[in-house]
């Protein structure tokens, strides 16, 4: 009880600086009462149990289990299998996040409305389908390039400079409908469920291997996952267009 106290407190003090802002502006700038003060509240008090028990379930479950399964692979010695769990983590999270397949939902409904694809509820459903799952794929690519390259020792930095040069240059040729689905793709890839299980992928990889540092290897995976979406987004779009 106490450390989800703790936790809760944390919450709070976390949010301050956005109720800070929007009391600000509503009474300040707007000139106006906040709407409903008494459901304003009780959201921003359910916001701050639910932040506080994400968190003390990453710290209880999601970390732990991460590290612990990146360990046992490095140990067993078997990149086959390493590198399949890691395709079927960025998988199976990325299609379970919550922020793309909003997106996903979003750009469908957009997308019928401008006449890009057909009206129909079966249309826009194989849309964000399509969508959503050609992000998966490219985040369990990206992660396994990512868990690759810890296992090689690779520096990072020539794999990110030489990922946003194809990147540029796909976005000239993609249809300009696509350009700014593609960019928010990849930053919705990083999310809730993602994040968590990928950061502890990383960080028990590289603490399991000799020779690799953590604060080095360990992190980086996440940049590939925010990376690979956006070519295969784009590329996505122009195969639809054609």
Same mark, same amino acid.
């Given at each position: 009880?106490?450390?989800?106290?703790?936790?809760?407190?944390?919450?709070?003090?976390?949010?301050?600086?956005?109720?800070?802002?929007?009391?600000?502006?509503?009474?300040?700038?707007?000139?106006?009462?906040?709407?409903?003060?008494?459901?304003?509240?009780?959201?921003?008090?359910?916001?701050?149990?639910?932040?506080?028990?994400?968190?003390?379930?990453?710290?209880?479950?999601?970390?732990?289990?991460?590290?612990?399964?990146?360990?046992?692979?490095?140990?067993?010695?078997?990149?086959?299998?390493?590198?399949?769990?890691?395709?079927?983590?960025?998988?199976?999270?990325?299609?379970?996040?919550?922020?793309?397949?909003?997106?996903?939902?979003?750009?469908?409904?957009?997308?019928?409305?401008?006449?890009?694809?057909?009206?129909?509820?079966?249309?826009?459903? %194989? =849309?964000?389908? #399509?969508?959503?799952? !050609?992000?998966?794929?490219? +985040?369990? @690519?990206?992660?396994?390039? &990512? $868990?690759?390259?810890?296992?090689?020792?690779?520096?990072?930095?020539?794999?990110?400079?030489?990922?946003?040069?194809?990147?540029?240059?796909?976005?000239?040729?993609?249809?300009?409908?696509?350009?700014?689905? %593609? =960019?928010?793709? #990849?930053?919705?890839? !990083?999310?809730?469920?993602? +994040?968590? @299980?990928?950061?502890?992928? &990383? $960080?028990?990889?590289?603490?399991?291997?000799?020779?690799?540092?953590?604060?080095?290897?360990?992190?980086?995976?996440?940049?590939?996952?925010?990376?690979?979406?956006?070519?295969?987004?784009?590329?996505?779009?122009?195969?639809?267009?054609?």
């Amino acid at each position: 009880m106490k450390l989800l106290f703790e936790s809760f407190v944390s919450s709070l003090r976390d949010l301050a600086p956005i109720i800070a802002v929007i009391v600000f502006f509503q009474l300040v700038v707007l000139q106006q009462m906040l709407p409903d003060v008494a459901s304003v509240l009780g959201g921003i008090l359910m916001v701050a149990i639910g932040l506080s028990l994400f968190i003390r379930g990453l710290e209880m479950g999601l970390f732990p289990i991460g590290e612990s399964m990146a360990y046992a692979f490095a140990k067993k010695g078997s990149a086959f299998w390493l590198l399949a769990f890691a395709f079927c983590l960025g998988f199976g999270t990325t299609v379970a996040e919550p922020a793309l397949i909003a997106v996903a939902k979003e750009a469908s409904e957009v997308a019928a409305a401008g006449g890009a694809i057909a009206t129909s509820a079966e249309a826009k459903r %194989a =849309y964000a389908q #399509g969508l959503r799952y !050609t992000v998966a794929f490219s +985040v369990g @690519l990206a992660i396994v390039i &990512g $868990v690759w390259r810890i296992i090689k020792g690779w520096p990072i930095q020539y794999f990110i400079i030489g990922g946003y040069v194809l990147v540029i240059c796909l976005t000239f040729f993609a249809p300009a409908e696509i350009i700014g689905i %593609a =960019y928010d793709s #990849g930053g919705v890839t !990083t999310s809730t469920i993602t +994040v968590p @299980l990928v950061t502890a992928l &990383g $960080v028990g990889l590289a603490s399991s291997i000799k020779g690799r540092n953590p604060m080095v290897d360990g992190f980086g995976l996440i940049a590939f996952a925010s990376l690979t979406p956006m070519m295969f987004v784009m590329i996505y779009g122009m195969v639809l267009h054609s």
